[in-house]
Nanobody, 122 residues
Framework: QVQVVESGGGLVQAGGSLRLSCAAS????????MGWYRQAPGKQRELVAT???????NYADSVKGRFTISRDNAKNTMYLQMNSLKPAAPAVYYC????????????????WGQGTQVTVSS
């Protein structure tokens, strides 16, 4: 089994910064893409940013220039540095990891964490 745990959420004032962390553990041969998603009450979960094992990144237009995604492959961890945060309804940020559990036979696990809440006050 694969476990994914997020941390670093909290309450921050508009204009401030937060750094989220995501740690994957368990039956891991390697991790392909990882990503951060968020969901506000009453809304669908949306992509925030993704990063491949080679470090290629992709961001939602709403966070470009303010958020930075990174990962440490040796530690099976991923980070999201969030700067210049804007006032918004509380949202839960979820970590997603596409994990190769076994190479032979090939087995993938699409793993999600339980989320960490981020609240930005005005």
């Amino acid at each position: 089994q694969v476990q994914v745990v997020e941390s670093g959420g909290g309450l921050v004032q508009a204009g401030g910064s937060l750094r989220l962390s995501c740690a994957a553990s368990g039956s891991i041969f390697s991790i392909n893409a990882m990503g951060w998603y968020r969901q506000a009450p009453g809304k669908q979960r949306e992509l925030v940013a993704t990063i491949t094992s080679g470090g290629v990144t992709n961001y939602a237009d709403s966070v470009k220039g303010r958020f930075t995604i990174s990962r440490d492959n040796a530690k099976n961890t991923m980070y999201l540095q969030m700067n210049s945060l804007k006032p918004a309804a509380p949202a839960v940020y979820y970590c997603n990891a596409i994990v190769v559990v076994h190479a032979i036979p090939f087995q993938l696990s699409n793993s999600w964490g339980q989320g960490t809440q981020v609240t930005v006050s005005s």
